[in-house]
């Protein structure tokens, strides 16, 4: 990191000398401009050139020091030397006037002594050049042209006419500069004289923007007018003579050309192309099924007629070719089909094995993730019998079932270990409790969260403060042990000497929060603040105390244990009071029995024991069946044992009544129904309902469309399935014959008869 800031920081350096030095060079250069200008006004035309030949070497990009220098040389009569550098300021800003017409008067000085010593040629040349570095002069343009014309050089003329437009826009929009339309007259009767009238027509318009009257121009134009109506009629003409012949080709070609020309009629010429177009097209169209079907591709010319014959309704001799082909390929399509049924139907059975045998592996692969070692060995046992002579699954069973024991010991290992350490922890055995805690916390990892709250609890009681801070860290954060954290950590904080610490904690515990200590280390904590105010004010309460201490201890002996209970169902912390309401329930010691059984049973699913959550609701609720908490709990714990009985099943469903939108739910009653090959209409709504989840669940798919065509089902709804079925079986014929008759019931033959085509 040290080094990559070094770096960074000399690459700040350079550039930020790179720019000073850049604007030193500008300003220095600037500089030298000013003071050349200062020695041209006072014609000391030598120091100027020396200071503009120092100015373009230090900024050769800058344009001024060149022009200047180039109308020093020019006043010093070295016309030579000034082009060189009238041309490098017009190549650095070629939009600047004033380099322009300085270089062009270089070019007419030249062409003018190249007149006078009679060379024509060379003449000409450099009045092209001064046209091209100052394309503004019209009358050097005018000159060159005739020039030009009388030379009969109209190839040049015609290449020059574009820069001659390009250059004098200006002029153009103004419309008043005579010469500059005599020289796109000129231009214009280049293209002319070579029968290109779409070239003369073009450079005649762009002529007539300029306002002057030219007899030249307009009789131009007229003549162009007749001739074109004569050429073009002459085009379409030949055009039809190909066309007539068959040459579609060349009729289009020339007809494209025709398009183009002065006085074209697009909209008839356009209509004479899609015509020659459509026969073309039907022709080729015509021979390329014909080479088809004499290759015995009748498929594919069947597919190339129905387009033609989509394409030319009118055309009788395609109709009667596609009903022919038509007629060969359902004959053909029938024969395989007949010699194909057996293997279809083979291949139909061999599919749904296949899906029953990935469904078992899916569902035991599942079963192994959640750890439902017993349920995933089950499927697997039914994925064996229809692979006999799979070789991995046996061992794949074995492997589950010694995990399977392996889970099950240590489960219970765990809950005879907890119930030990928790009767320990309530009967005040703190010494014994931690090392029994200590153990549980070292053995199972996975169940620390569950451990933390009360061996943290002992590790205070037994002052070993640095262990029940540490333990804390497995709950920090976590809202049902919210109260446990903050007085275990306020306790701490006091017996670390820590008061304001202590009391931030306790300002965080929620009402019904029952320990005994916190309000006398409160206590302790503010009479050590305040004591000597406590004392004079306990002296003038301590009569009225007496009694209404008296009264508060008879009512908290009757109230403690209900108020515990209470504050359990307001958190939730059920399953840090399972030994409590363990105890509660089997004591029957409590005005509501019912209540403490669904507290219990809710600890229970918690806890990982759903079995034994749902036999203590499924009690209960044969003696009251409207208790909405345990069917809540009956549903969770039949979802978690992946019950598929008749009443675990309406457990399950229960569980939508509170929530319709869970998906889990929904997703195993469908899988459900499917493993037990259910047909009924709540079957069907169910797997519906996952399809609508998951659309790309394939096995629900299928099974569906099984199920529809079995019952005879047929709406909108079962037309999506049938459809998505044959994307996942395309192969199976009753798929189509189902989705037929489905647009049949609904009133759509058009649909029908596509998809009847289609299989």
């Known amino acids: 990191m040290k080094h990559n800031n070094i770096i960074r920081l000399v690459m700040t350096m350079l550039m930020l000398c790179c720019l000073v030095s850049v604007a030193m060079a500008q300003g220095a250069d600037e500089s030298l401009v000013k003071k050349a200008r200062d020695h041209i006004a006072l014609f000391h035309y030598d120091q100027a050139l020396a200071l503009l030949r120092q100015a373009t070497q230090q900024n050769p990009e800058n344009w001024e020091p060149f022009y200047l220098a180039g109308t020093v040389l020019l006043r010093q009569k070295k016309p030579v030397e000034a082009e060189s550098f009238l041309v490098k300021a017009n190549q650095l800003n070629p939009g600047e006037l004033d380099i322009q017409k300085a270089l062009g008067a270089i070019y007419i000085n030249i062409a003018k002594e190249a007149q006078n010593a009679g060379k024509p040629n060379e003449m000409n040349e450099y009045l092209l050049k001064a046209c091209r570095a100052y394309p503004g002069g019209t009358k050097i343009w ?92 002459k085009t379409v003409d030949e055009a039809n003579k190909y066309y007539g012949e068959g040459n579609y080709g060349k009729a289009l070609e020339i007809l494209q050309t025709a398009n183009k020309m002065p006085g074209a009629k697009p909209v008839e010429i356009a209509e004479l192309i899609e015509k020659i177009e459509k026969e073309a097209n039907l022709k080729q169209s015509m021979a390329s099924i014909d080479d088809l079907i004499r290759a015995e591709k009748l498929e594919e010319a069947l597919e190339k007629l129905q387009e033609a014959a989509s394409n030319f309704p009118e055309e009788e001799s395609i109709a009667s070719k596609l009903k022919k082909v038509s007629a060969q390929v359902e004959k053909i399509h029938a024969e395989q089909a007949k010699m194909n049924a057996a293997q279809i139907e083979e291949k139909k059975k061999q599919i749904e094995l296949n899906r029953q045998f990935n469904n078992f592996i899916k569902e035991a692969q599942d079963k192994e993730k959640r750890g439902s070692y017993d349920i995933a060995v089950n499927d697997y046992e039914n994925a064996l019998k229809l692979r006999p002579d799979d070789k991995d699954i046996p061992q794949k069973i074995a492997e589950l079932k010694k995990k399977s024991v392996q889970s099950k010991a240590r489960q219970d290992s765990f809950s005879v270990g907890f119930a030990e350490f928790d009767n320990l922890f309530k009967v005040s055995k703190f010494a014994e409790a931690y090392e029994k805690g200590k153990q549980l916390i070292a053995e199972f990892e996975e169940h620390r969260k569950t451990v933390a709250p009360a061996f943290a609890e002992t590790c205070l009681r037994l002052e070993k403060y640095d262990e029940a801070s540490k333990a804390l860290i497995e709950i920090e954060g976590v809202e049902e042990h919210l ?93 840090a009071n399972l030994a409590f309401l363990q105890e509660r329930f089997d004591r029957e010691d409590v005005p509501n029995p019912k209540q403490v059984a669904v507290m219990l049973a809710e600890a229970l699913l918690r806890t990982g024991n759903p079995q034994r959550a749902y036999e203590l609701v499924s009690a209960l609720l044969k003696k009251d069946n409207r208790n909405p908490n345990a069917k809540r709990i009956a549903g969770e714990a039949c979802l978690l044992l992946e019950d598929t009985t008749t009443v675990g099943l309406e457990h399950i469903q229960g569980l939508l009544k509170i929530d319709e939108a869970r998906k889990d739910v929904i997703s195993y009653l469908a899988q459900a129904y499917i493993r037990q090959q259910a047909d009924h209409k709540m079957a069907q709504d169910y797997i519906l309902k996952a399809i609508s989840i998951n659309p790309n669940d394939s096995e629900a798919v299928v099974y569906l469309a099984d199920t529809f065509i079995k019952r005879q089902v047929y709406s909108q709804q079962s037309l999506k399935i049938f459809e998505r079925a044959i994307k996942i079986a395309p192969e199976v014929p009753a798929y189509y014959e189902a989705i037929i008759e489905n647009f049949q019931r609904l009133d759509n033959p058009q649909e029908a008869q596509k998809w009847r085509e289609t299989a």
């Open 483 to 575: 109260n446990v954290y903050n007085y275990i950590k306020g306790m701490i904080a006091y017996h670390q000497g820590n008061n304001n610490l202590a009391l931030e904690h306790f300002a965080k515990l929620k009402s019904g929060f029952s320990r005994s200590d916190v309000t006398s280390t409160m206590f302790w904590i503010y009479l050590y603040k305040y004591q000597m105010g406590i004392y004079i004010l306990m002296l003038a309460m301590l009569f009225p105390a007496i009694k209404t201490g008296k009264e508060m201890l008879a009512t908290w002996k009757s109230t403690s244990m209900l108020n515990k209970i209470e504050k359990i169902k307001e958190t939730g912390n059920y399953e």
């Open 142 to 233: 005018q000159t060159l042209l005739e020039n030009w014309w009388r030379n009969a050089e109209y190839e040049k003329i015609k290449q020059e006419g574009d820069l001659i437009v390009k250059g004098n826009s200006t002029a153009l929009d103004q419309g008043e500069d005579k010469n500059l339309q005599n020289a796109l007259v000129i231009v214009a009767k280049a293209h002319f004289r070579e029968n290109d009238y779409t070239g003369a027509e073009k450079y005649l318009v762009v002529a007539a923007k300029i306002r002057h009257a030219n007899d030249e121009l307009f009789a131009m134009r007229r003549e162009i007018r007749n001739k074109s109506e004569d050429s073009l009629r």
